[in-house]
Structure formats: C-alpha cells, structure tokens
C-alpha cells in the first residue's frame, strides 16, 4: 500500500488540470444496455458520481436492445431487423416500453445509493427524467415500413438545461413522444448525439465494446478529426456496424457543435476516468477543433508566417527569423489557415539521436487566441513526435511559460537541452527551458 502513495500523489495532481477545465462544463454519455445487463453499471456509476461532485454537468442516455430482446424471446415474438434498425410493431413496442422504464429505474436505483464505506457514500445524487424527446415515425424506407421505430424530431434542450442548472442529472431512454401522443423508438446513439448537438455539449463520450478505433496494425487511434475518421470508415470495409454507427454519429456530433467525442472501452473498470483525467486517455478521440483547418506549411506559406510573427518578433517574445530562414525551414511548420490567411503556426525539430523534439515559434494571430488554435497545434506536434520515436519535448520560452507548465511542461536546466542545441542557446534573451514527458 505505502509504495503506491507516491504514484497516488502523482496521479492526483496531474488530474487536478483537467478537475479544473471540466467544472461547469456538460458532458452527454450514452452506453448500451449490456452495461446495465453485464452488471458493469455499478463501476460506471461510481464514476458518475465522482464527476458530478466535480461540477461536471451530466446527461445519461441509455439503451436496452438486449432487456427488450430478451422480453421478445419470452413472449416467442419475432425479432426483424433491417440495416441495424429495429422494425418496431405493436408487441414489440410494448417490450421497448417496459425495457426501457426497467432499465431506467435501475440506473436511477444504483445512482441514488448512498452508503457508508462506499464511494457512493454522501453523493445525494438527484436523477430526473422526462419527454425531453420529440420523435416522429422513420415512416417506410426502401419500401419497408418501420411502424414505431422512429427518429429524433426535436430536443428540448432549455428544459434539459435547467435541469442540469439545479445539479441534477439528467436521464434520457431510448424513447420519443409525438405531438400526437404516440410513443417511438429510437436508438440511444441518435438520441445522444442529438441531445449533445443541441446542448452544444462539451463531450459526448460513447461506451462500446471496443478498445477504441484501431489501425491496420491493431494500434489503437488516440485523435481523429471528423475527416480523417470518414476515411478509417470508407477503408475498413470490416469495421462492425456498431462501431460504424458509433463514428458516424461522432462525427456528425463534432460537426454540430460538440467539441470532443470519444469512443471508450466499458469492458474496462474506471474507464471514463481513466480517459477524462490522464494525459493520453484509453480511448479514441473525435475534434474538430484540433486539426481543423491545419496542413504542413509550403513555401508559399512564408509571407503569411511572416506576418503573423513580425508583431511577436518586435516585441521580442520570439527570435528574430528572416525570410531565407523561414524558407530554409518551411518543413518544419504547420499553420491553421482560414479564409486563405494563416492564423497560427508551429515549428517542430527532432534530434532523433536523443529521442527530444523542440516546439518553436508557436503563434496565434491575435483576433483568434483563446480559442484552442495554440493547444491544437501543440497536440497536434505532440502526437507527430509521438509517431517519430520521440519521447521529451522541449520549448525555449521569455513570456510564456505559465502556459506550457499548465499544458505538462517542467522547468529544467540548459543541460538538459540537445547537445546541438545548447551550443545554440541565447544566453542574452535567456529563454526559460520547459520540457514535457511524452
């Protein structure tokens, strides 16, 4: 126990970062009902209660094909699907109905535990539930007639966010009612991924049976932008259509609005932990706002890194480069450019020998600071530097420093620099060394 304590120490305060950048934000998990019926809802619901205690705003959405299967088997009913969609008949609806008014009360049941010597022990979690969905019919498609199987009209996210504005958490079932009064079913993924669009939701975190996204080499894929996960989807015929339509609905999350989705294992204990509080996460994830609009510079880029870092160069936050320089250089840069403009840029150098990367000339245009571009390009040379063998980055800084310590960065001493590099090193300007553990 007592050799643990200092990697529990470690630990703790590397998570309190992320403790600190997830309170008040709102977050949309949705699992399937094997969670509640592998009996594995009892961890997860543990961890639910620690991250509302954290302030972290929850919406739970939930499924239960295999509860309404199970009743289907009972009852000697058919089971008819088509293209992973459920043709829901009357009987049918029936068993969706009860499955998911079970399920639910189960999850409200485990979440409203509160006993001693328990991590539940003092959470006093409130659950609320509600017709927070509008549905209409799928109606008949490819001349089938799907009857109640239907499909997300509407959320009504004002009410789910005063919901989550009193503390509570919000619990929504696979089900959607019409103006009319009738009852469909829907599938959890939509109903999530529609909830977290309209909630424009911080995170959208999806638990599946699955490790996550993984290459041809069985590598698991940690960041994805939206295009780049299409063209996993288009060159992996073999993907499972579970796994397909968890992506496609992450994508679609991430290009309504959602800042991050991610695919995490469920199988795995303390799995939304692990992936929420640690640098590299377990699973994959999905982010337009890390890589969008971002390429390998060319050398028609040099005017517009020119003028994006002259202002910075006057000031002297960073070294004087020339244009000669600049084009020398070119291969190592990476901008994000918008509207035909390069509004931030990186540079990356690998000494491989020494397995130590330098991040250099980080700039952001100033119309756009603050809204992820600098931590987007550092993510994205991190992960570079990754693929490259490399296993410290490290950055020469007068004015920045707070910023890379609260992104993992440690000051250390010019020793600790490449050797190449330090026969470089400016003792007037005096740079500030920060290096990061990959």
């Known amino acids: 126990m007592h050799a643990d304590i200092p990697q529990f120490v470690d630990w703790f305060r590397s998570s309190s970062p992320y403790i600190n950048a997830f309170r008040g934000r709102t977050f949309v998990i949705v699992f399937g009902g094997e969670v509640i019926s592998e009996q594995r809802f009892t961890g997860l619901a543990h961890d639910i209660a620690l991250l509302n205690s954290l302030g972290i705003r929850l919406v739970l959405v939930h499924g239960s094909r295999p509860q309404i299967e199970h009743r289907l088997r009972e009852r000697q009913q058919k089971i008819q699907y088509v293209h992973g969609l459920r043709i829901t008949d009357k009987d049918s609806l029936e068993c969706v109905k009860e499955a998911a008014g079970v399920v639910s009360v189960e999850i409200g049941a485990m979440l409203s535990m509160g006993l001693a010597n328990t991590p539940m022990a003092g959470a006093r979690i409130r659950v609320t539930s509600g017709n927070f969905v ?12 799907h009857l109640y199987t239907g499909k997300v009209r509407r959320i009504d996210h004002q009410a789910i966010q005063q919901q989550l504005d009193s503390g509570a958490i919000v619990l929504l079932s696979p089900i959607g009612y019409s103006p009319t009064g009738e009852v469909f079913n829907l599938t959890a993924l939509e109903v999530a991924s529609a909830t977290a669009a309209a909630l424009k939701a911080d995170k959208i975190l999806c638990l599946v049976e699955a490790h996550g996204l993984e290459d041809s080499n069985g590598r698991l894929l940690r960041e994805l932008t939206p295009s780049t996960a299409e063209h996993e989807i288009a060159g992996k015929p073999e993907l499972p259509q579970t796994m397909v339509e968890v992506l496609r609905h992450a994508i679609q999350c991430c290009r309504s609005g959602v800042r991050r989705a991610h695919l995490i294992d469920h199988r795995r204990d303390g799995a939304l932990l692990l992936e929420l509080f640690t640098r590299d996460g377990i699973g994959t994830m999905i982010s337009t706002d890390l890589y969008e609009g971002t390429r390998q510079a060319t050398i028609e880029d040099v005017g517009g890194i020119l003028n994006l870092i002259a202002p910075l160069e ?12 600049l084009e020398i250089g070119i291969g190592q840069f990476t901008v994000i450019e918008r509207d035909g403009m390069v509004i931030a840029c990186a540079a990356f150098q690998p000494f491989a020998e020494e397995r130590v990367g330098e991040l250099a000339c980080l700039a952001v245009h100033p119309d756009y600071r603050h809204n992820g571009h600098g931590e987007a390009l550092l993510l994205l040379i991190e992960s570079e ?22 992104r993992g960065f440690h000051a250390a001493d010019i020793g600790k620099l490449p050797v190449a590099r330090q026969s470089m090193y400016n003792y007037q300007r005096n740079s500030q060394v920060l290096i990061k553990t990959l």
Do not use: C, M, N, Y
């Open 314 to 325: 006057q000031e002297g936050i960073l070294v004087r480069r020339s244009r000669e320089h």
């Open 134 to 145: 509008t549905a209409q019919p799928l109606g008949i498609l490819e001349g089938i007639d």
């Open 385 to 406: 530097a990754r693929k490259r063998g490399i296993d410290r980055l490290f950055v020469l800084t007068t004015h920045a420093s707070h910023w890379f310590q609260e």
